[in-house]
């Protein structure tokens, strides 16, 4: 069975040498599915709570929100950073709270202290979806990811990889020891 949450993410990105508006520096607002399989938890009857998925994702996802999103190449890259140097806000300020964990992949580098994720290729809903699932894979077991974005839309499925363990008190991932991080329940 399946367990979906959905994100929204907005955010500003550019497609470096395409021809077509999406040539100019414009923004969007995108919703990401995520949706993970698994055996249904006899303890509290689902496969994985909807809100802890979306927790676990958006510790990580949230550099996409309010994030401007350039391909490494793109020459506005270096002007972008320039300009935040002068502003005083490139290695972040006060008022950038929400900011998840910086992360280096061979897809995207997110820099959350100047709301900025730098990617090898260029941006689009399908792009996306590939970050989106190397960041997220050993987190969660993820079916299937949808994103939209304006006119654009994308799916992808993956095969089930096997079952995570859950805390049969709550549902959500046990660590590595067995121990529910969320309520302290153990695996038996």
């Known amino acids: 069975m399946r367990s979906f949450t959905t994100l929204h993410l907005q955010y500003a990105h550019r497609f470096y040498n395409f021809k077509g508006e999406a040539q100019y520096l414009h923004g969007h607002t995108g919703t990401l599915t995520i949706e993970v399989e698994d055996t249904i938890n006899k303890g509290v009857n689902m496969v994985f709570p909807c ?3 979306k927790k676990t994702a958006w510790h990580v996802l949230q550099n996409f929100d309010h994030a401007l ?3 490494k190449d793109d020459p506005i890259l270096p002007a972008i950073l ?3 140097e002068k502003q005083g806000i490139r290695d972040g300020a ?6 998840g964990p910086a992360f280096h992949t061979d897809l995207a580098v997110a820099y959350p202290e100047c709301r900025l994720v730098v990617t090898e ?3 689009t809903v399908e ?6 699932h190397d960041l997220l894979k050993d987190k969660l077991n993820i ?3 949808t994103f939209v974005s304006g006119d654009n839309s994308a799916s992808c499925c993956y095969p089930v990889s096997g079952s995570i363990d859950r805390c049969p008190c709550c549902g959500i991932a046990l660590d590595s020891n067995g121990v529910c991080p969320k309520c302290g329940c153990k695996k038996n």
């Open 69 to 71: 999103i350039l391909r």
């Open 127 to 132: 792009g996306m979806i590939k970050i989106v």
């Open 51 to 53: 809100n802890e998925i």
């Open 121 to 123: 290729e260029t941006m």
């Open 94 to 99: 006060p008022t950038n709270t929400m900011k």
């Open 143 to 145: 079916v299937k990811l």
């Open 82 to 84: 320039q300009v935040y």
